[in-house]
């Protein structure tokens, strides 16, 4: 399985305030990993991807702490 993740964080002080801003990258490399398939040998659909990884998905977030 390949799979690679990434985060990125900058923090920022206004007074008594801290506002972190962060980016999350899952599956950076849109790798299509199979992570199920049928094995079943009788079956007509034998060896069938039944499952693969998610596509990249990129979150922005906001952390306020004061």
């Known amino acids: 399985m390949k799979a690679l993740d ?11 305030a801290r506002v972190a801003f962060d980016v999350d990258v ?5 790798s299509g990993t199979v ?7 009788e079956a007509d659909t034998f060896n069938q991807i039944t499952e693969i990884m998610n596509p ?11």
């Open 35 to 41: 992570l199920g398939r049928k094995y079943d040998v």
């Open 6 to 16: 990434a985060r990125a964080e900058k923090e920022v002080t206004f007074g008594r």
């Open 26 to 30: 899952f599956n950076l490399l849109n």
């Open 56 to 66: 990249r998905i990129v979150r922005f977030g906001l952390r306020l702490q004061f």
